[in-house]
């Protein structure tokens, strides 16, 4: 089966970093995503990782460790626009399937 | 906009009442998705269509009935639901085989009440 673990929520300030980090457990691993979703709007593709290491797009960069089944969201001088949940979602190789964990709600504070 | 529109947008509707959402998407994907946000809980799929066909069906129950006339739109049929039922309803696109490095193309959903 698949399990993906996340913070439930964070708060970082305004201008600061902040790390989201998730762990999954799967049977077959095909690429590891994170999506951004505000309230009551869509989820939206942020990154994909299927090899290991740091994906850098912008201020946003994700990092995978297959081998720890771990992955972490890197989020750099924080607006307050970047209040949303973050979703960290993995693909199986076995169905295609993406599975989501529940998110991490991030506040920024000013 | 993402490229996947689904109306309504909100919908409540009584426990005996008979409702469709609609999902579209002209993105050039084929296949479609449907899941269910509930609070506090990940993002439940519901099912799969791969190229009009059904390829998941994740133990859903039947009060729940989806259609896929075409590669570009999808149903989500509704009759006889639970208060339970109440949830944010997602519908998303890819190409086949989960979409590889692009993901999966999420609508805004809908929000739906039952009372």
């Known amino acids: 089966g698949q399990n993906i673990d996340q913070p439930t929520e964070m708060t970082a300030t305004e201008g600061a970093i902040v790390q989201i980090n998730c762990t999954y457990q799967?049977?077959?691993?095909?690429?590891l995503f994170w999506y951004q979703q505000h309230a009551g709007e869509a989820p939206t593709f942020l990154s994909y990782?299927?090899?290991?290491g740091l994906e850098e797009k912008g201020r946003f960069s994700s990092f995978l460790s297959r081998s720890k089944g771990y992955s972490y969201l890197l989020l750099k001088e924080l607006q307050m626009k970047d209040s949303a949940s973050y979703l960290c979602?993995?693909?199986?190789?076995?169905?295609?399937?993406?599975?989501f964990g529940k998110g991490t709600r991030l506040h920024i504070l000013p | 906009e993402t490229g996947v529109t689904q109306t309504p947008r909100h919908l409540v509707m009584g426990m005996t009442n008979k409702k469709s959402l609609k999902c579209e998407q002209h993105?050039?994907?084929?296949?479609m998705y449907w899941y269910k946000q509930s609070a506090k809980k990940p993002l439940e799929l519901m099912f799969v269509?791969?190229?009009?066909?059904?390829?998941e069906n994740n133990s859903v129950p039947s009060r729940f009935s989806p259609e896929c006339p075409n590669s570009s739109h999808l149903f989500l049929h509704l009759h006889t639901l639970q208060p339970e039922d109440s949830a944010l309803y997602l519908c998303?696109?890819?190409?086949?085989?989960?979409?590889?490095?692009?993901?999966?193309?999420f609508g805004s959903g809908t929000r739906l009440t039952v009372v």
């Open positions: 998303a696109s890819s190409h086949a085989g989960g979409g590889q490095g692009d993901g999966y193309t």
């Open positions: 979602a993995v693909r199986s190789n076995r169905d295609d399937k993406i599975i």
């Open positions: 993105l050039g994907h084929n296949a």
């Open positions: 269509y791969n190229f009009k066909e059904q390829t």
């Open positions: 990782n299927v090899l290991d």
């Open positions: 799967t049977s077959g691993f095909n690429g």
